[in-house]
């Protein structure tokens, strides 16, 4: 009887525990909670974290995310309005602010991934059709320091003026998906180009007229660097020639001065007695023979020559 007792105690315990279990459903911070009653929603969205309790068996509990989700595009190829296929990819970022509507709407955040593909992919699409490339791809009216001097005819792309750039695109897009977005209990926080470029077939041809923008510019740059460069060069040759000419009569100067000095000294010494011109004149004999004559050197003169006439002297004779 006491273990029928205990039997019976044990499936009731047992009972009350999976009653308990399945009435009981936990919250956290960055969940937000629907209560359905067979399929349908019930009351108000559970926002609070914490312990809560609903009717177990008959009604379920459906967790949503209460932080920003992210969504990220297919890339698609595009044209502008210009008439240029450009590959564009987006991402964006989206959080649930009506749980109901977003579980009536699209029930989860698969359903949810498939309607922003559809309306974020279709404003995307509206927005580059009706903006030239060059609105999509800069954000303002930049002033370049160089000047492009263009052929007859030729339009640079980085000189045009645009009304709009790429933030004022992605706003617009932002605007225009809001509305429909919140319909399905979706907050459009943000979008971005992720990345865009030209297709395969044109990109080839863009590349060459950038480069051959960039070598026309550096054409330009060399251009002046050389006329630069001639004119330096022109100055340090006239400035030169200037330095040589003033050393050269500078130095003609000092030894013109320096002759008349040294005939002034010759006259002086040709003017004194006739023992001091002797000794003079022996002197400079005495030079002449220093600097003529070495000890393998011979001499054939006469002995009546005045420049063997101290020589003659010197030996006695």
């Keep these: 009887m006491k273990e029928l007792k205990t039997i019976i105690l044990s499936v009731i315990i047992f009972i009350i525990l999976v009653v308990l279990i399945s009435a009981a459903y936990i919250v956290n911070e960055t969940e937000q909670v629907i209560i359905t009653q067979f399929g349908k929603p019930i009351g108000d969205p559970v926002t609070s974290p914490g312990i809560h309790f609903k009717l177990p068996f008959i009604q379920d509990a ?31 970022r989206w959080r649930i602010v009506d749980p109901l509507r977003f579980f009536q709407r699209v029930r989860d955040e698969r359903g949810a991934q498939s309607r922003l593909d559809d309306i974020l992919d279709g404003e995307t699409r509206n927005a580059i059709a009706n903006h030239l490339l060059v609105e999509i791809i800069r ?32 706003r617009s897009i932002i605007e225009a998906a809001k509305p429909r977005l919140l319909e399905l209990g979706i907050e459009l926080i943000d979008l971005r180009f992720k990345r865009i470029n030209y297709v395969e077939e044109v990109r080839q041809k863009i590349f060459e007229r950038m480069i051959s923008e960039r070598q026309r510019i550096a054409d330009k740059f060399r251009s002046e660097g050389q006329g630069e460069a001639a004119r330096i060069l022109g ?30 000294i010759y006259a002086r010494a040709y003017n004194q007695s006739s023992q001091a011109r002797e000794f003079y004149r022996f002197l400079k004999t005495m030079e002449t023979y220093r600097t003529t004559l070495t000890d393998k050197d011979w001499l054939v003169i006469s002995t009546k020559s005045d420049f063997f006439r101290y020589l003659q002297r010197l030996s006695g004779k």
């Design 62 to 92: 459906h967790f949503f995310d209460k932080r920003f989700l992210e969504w990220d595009g297919d890339p698609n190829q595009i044209p502008t309005k210009d008439k240029r296929f450009i590959w564009v990819d987006t991402y964006a």
């Design 139 to 170: 954000s303002t009216n930049r002033t370049f320091e160089e000047s492009v001097e263009l052929e007859a005819g030729e339009e640079s792309e980085i000189f045009i003026k645009i009304k709009s750039g790429r933030a004022d695109i992605t």
């Design 235 to 264: 100055e340090k040759e006239r400035e030169l020639k200037r330095i040589q000419s003033e050393a050269y009569r500078t130095a003609q100067e000092i030894k013109g001065k320096a002759d008349a000095e040294a005939t002034a």
